[in-house]
């Protein structure tokens, strides 16, 4: 029988002792042990190893100090970020990587996860022994540092689409939810799983937490290798060495490989690490046992107090000049006869060479994922962007503008009069329409994928999801969202301001506008795609939507010769021209024509009508294929 996890809401609180807590220890193990039942590594343990590894980018020479042998012919420098790096992580194991800020750290992991392509890339990394391919690169989760998330999401909505997009497609749902409530608890995350995410704009989580969902999001998929980059930055003392903890306990009971990159761990936290990882200017200061680390220093001369925190007191070595550069030549000294590193590698990792092993490497290989179907990718992305566009879309801040529009819609244009009088006004109030919402939806669309752009990249990496999946799901989720208001808005001010009174009428113009909508929506969503950047979508956009305002038929009636087909590329001009129509061209539509005033002269008196004006008369000649053209922008 399975054992239930009670879910503590209370957690830990941060600041109590966590060493001394064998109930939380005992607890910890436990839920780690509820997450096994679809623990893959627990069975294939994943063994990475790298030697060799350089890496350099090509820099205009201005902006680095120039050195004359790396120069090449096109003015720019060669600029080594990486030089002979060499490691290994093992199954059960936590390798920390250390070395002050710009030793390249980062850089090491984007390349293990293969982030950087291969242009200046030297060196190799294997799997298991084996070189990395696709389907063995599923094995590795990668923590960023900096975080992306939707931040309207809750932490438990965020985990819970997250096992269900990334976990295998026989485990069932019932299981990852179970699974997504254990890594919470594992993580105290209980307590804030109904608060949103939150970002710049919306108060959310903090960031502590927010770091501990990004953990809780790899961990819950179960990945052979785990690195994290920075994880207990912005935690403190106390929830660094339970996460820690936790990570140990991980890599103890399901036999998970797990690199992290950490700044100044305290005593505690670097007692638990079992190997340990120099790096100083993209250069090897020490590879091996952590526990030996402080002996290596003694050798070299550097001695550290007792009473000191020796990860304190290595940082303080890597960053004098006169030390990093002595501990970066002795090591380099040490290991002469192994220019690639190779061996030192051979020697600490744990994966036995002999031939009987190699049954091991394949099986990962071999392994057959299976994820989510497209269906079900396409259901679970729609039900996602629905609850995250639903909240940005029908917020309180977007429903007040509606509701402004419309009591100043009311406010100009209450019950416009059926006289000559009012035509213009009329005319007005139709074109305003259109305008609010062809710029509404559009700069809605237009910054959507820019927006998402770093959360479609960070699940595009670890294969979550097809491309084709997350297009059709915002079309299919934003579009009753991006209707809807719209949709309010003209069936209130319709009938507000006095707009021809005839049911067919106004169904014809309230689907004209619904379909100017979408084809403004269609625009966004190409130019958002084609430029994938906020301020230049904004800019653009700007002077797209002004341009098809004025070429719309409103503002301009004669364009000059050689342009008038420009008005043609406007979706408004044949929504406006639509729109004249059905409001005009009808023997319902009949002005009163007003008595003459001085000063002013109307329509009835410049076209010599005496009773009233018919609508048709007022209409200007363009009627021809407006439906078509403007449905060519929905898509
Ligand atoms: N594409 C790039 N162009 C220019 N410089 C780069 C590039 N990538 C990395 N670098 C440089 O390489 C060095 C290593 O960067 P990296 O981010 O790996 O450092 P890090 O050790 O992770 O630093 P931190 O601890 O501050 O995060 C830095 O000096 C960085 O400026």
């Given at each position: 029988m399975e054992q239930e996890i009670p879910i503590d809401e209370t957690g830990i609180e941060a600041g109590s002792s966590?060493?001394?807590?064998?109930?939380?220890?005992?607890?910890?193990?436990?839920?780690?042990?509820?997450?096994?039942?679809?623990?893959?590594?627990?069975?294939?343990?994943?063994?990475?190893?790298?030697?060799?590894?350089?890496?350099?980018?090509?820099?205009?020479?201005?902006?680095?100090?120039?050195?004359?042998?790396?120069?090449?012919?096109?003015?720019?420098?060669?600029?080594?970020?990486?030089?002979?790096?060499?490691?290994?992580?093992?199954?059960?194991?936590?390798?920390?990587?250390?070395?002050?800020?710009?030793?390249?750290?980062?850089?090491?992991?984007?390349?293990?996860?293969?982030?950087?392509?291969?242009?200046?890339?030297?060196?190799?990394?294997?799997?298991?022994?084996?070189?990395?391919?696709?389907?063995?690169?599923?094995?590795?989760?990668?923590?960023?540092?900096d975080d992306v998330f939707f931040p309207q999401l809750t932490v438990k909505d965020t985990l819970t689409f997250t096992a269900?997009?990334?976990?295998?497609?026989?485990?069932?749902?019932?299981?990852?939810?179970?699974?997504?409530?254990?890594?919470?608890?594992?993580?105290?995350?209980?307590?804030?799983?109904?608060?949103?995410?939150?970002?710049?704009?919306?108060?959310?989580?903090?960031?502590?937490?927010?770091?501990?969902?990004?953990i809780a999001s790899e961990l819950l998929t179960d990945p052979g290798v785990i690195m994290l980059d920075e994880p207990t930055t912005g935690l403190d003392a106390a929830l660094a060495l339970e996460l820690i903890k936790i990570l140990k306990e991980f890599a103890i009971q399901q036999r998970k490989t797990i690199i992290i990159v950490i700044h100044q761990p305290s005593s505690q936290v670097f007692e638990?690490?079992?190997?340990?990882?120099l790096v100083c200017d993209g250069r090897m200061v020490y590879f091996g046992e952590r526990a030996n680390a402080a002996d290596y220093l003694a050798n070299q001369g550097f001695k550290c107090h007792p009473n000191y925190n020796i990860a304190d007191y290595i940082l303080e070595l890597l960053t004098d000049d006169k030390s990093k550069q002595q501990l970066i030549d002795s090591y380099a000294h040490q290991v002469r006869d192994d220019p690639t590193g190779k061996q030192v590698v051979e020697k600490y990792s744990h994966r036995k060479r002999d031939d009987n092993n190699m049954k091991e490497a394949p099986s990962i290989l071999e392994y057959d994922?299976?994820?989510?179907?497209?269906?079900?990718?396409?259901?679970?992305?729609?039900?996602?962007t629905f609850k995250q566009s639903s909240k940005e879309i029908l917020s309180t801040i977007e429903l007040s503008q509606m509701f402004g529009l419309i009591v100043m819609f009311c406010l100009i244009w209450f019950r416009i009069p059926f006289t000559d009088k009012g035509i213009h006004d009329r005319i007005s109030s139709l074109f305003s329409i259109i305008v609010i919402w062809s710029f509404g939806t559009f700069f809605e669309a237009v910054t959507t994928f820019p927006m998402d752009l770093d959360m479609l990249s960070k699940e595009r990496y670890s294969h979550s999801y097809r491309l084709?999946?997350?297009?059709?799901?915002?079309?299919?989720?934003?579009?009753?969202?991006?209707?809807?208001?719209?949709?309010?808005?003209?069936?209130?001010?319709?009938?507000?301001?006095?707009?021809?009174?005839?049911?067919?009428?106004?169904?014809?113009?309230?689907?004209?506008?619904?379909?100017?909508?979408?084809?403004?929506?269609?625009?966004?969503?190409?130019?958002?795609?084609?430029?994938?950047?906020?301020?230049?979508?904004?800019?653009?956009?700007?002077?797209?939507?002004?341009a098809f305002t004025l070429?719309?038929?409103?503002?301009?009636?004669?364009?000059?010769?050689?342009?008038?087909?420009?008005?043609?590329?406007?979706?408004?001009?044949?929504?406006?021209?639509?729109?004249?129509?059905?409001?005009?061209?009808?023997?319902?539509?009949?002005?009163?024509?007003?008595?003459?005033?001085?000063g002013h002269v109307y329509l009835c008196e410049l076209l010599g009508y005496n009773n009233t004006i018919p609508g048709t008369v007022v209409l200007e000649n363009e009627r021809y294929t407006e439906l078509s053209c403007l449905l060519f922008y929905v898509k």
């Open positions: 966590y060493d001394s807590s064998a109930e939380r220890t005992k607890k910890r193990a436990l839920l780690i042990q509820h997450t096994d039942n679809t623990s893959i590594t627990t069975k294939i343990p994943v063994y990475l190893e790298w030697y060799g590894i350089s890496y350099s980018i090509l820099q205009e020479n201005m902006n680095v100090q120039k050195n004359k042998e790396s120069e090449l012919e096109s003015g720019k420098i060669k600029l080594s970020i990486l030089e002979n790096i060499h490691g290994c992580a093992n199954p059960g194991e936590i390798l920390a990587i250390m070395g002050p800020s710009g030793c390249g750290k980062t850089t090491l992991l984007n390349l293990l996860v293969d982030r950087l392509g291969n242009k200046g890339v030297q060196g190799t990394i294997t799997i298991n022994g084996l070189k990395p391919t696709k389907k063995s690169m599923r094995c590795l989760a990668y923590c960023t540092q269900r997009l990334r976990l295998p497609r026989d485990v069932p749902y019932h299981d990852k939810l179970k699974r997504v409530d254990a890594i919470m608890q594992l993580l105290n995350l209980t307590k804030s799983a109904h608060t949103k995410i939150g970002d710049y704009r919306i108060r959310g989580i903090s960031g502590g937490e927010r770091k501990r969902v990004s638990i690490v079992d190997k340990l990882m994922y299976r994820g989510p179907t497209f269906a079900q990718q396409l259901s679970i992305l729609i039900e996602r084709s999946a997350y297009f059709l799901s915002k079309q299919i989720a934003e579009l009753p969202l991006i209707i809807l208001k719209p949709a309010f808005f003209t069936i209130v001010i319709y009938w507000v301001t006095g707009l021809l009174p005839d049911f067919g009428r106004f169904l014809a113009y309230l689907a004209v506008i619904l379909i100017n909508s979408l084809a403004s929506q269609g625009f966004g969503y190409f130019l958002g795609a084609s430029l994938l950047d906020v301020q230049k979508c904004i800019s653009a956009g700007t002077v797209f939507m002004l070429l719309s038929g409103f503002y301009v009636k004669h364009l000059p010769p050689g342009l008038t087909w420009l008005k043609y590329l406007s979706f408004m001009t044949y929504t406006f021209s639509l729109n004249l129509q059905i409001q005009l061209d009808t023997p319902k539509a009949q002005f009163q024509c007003s008595s003459p005033e001085s």
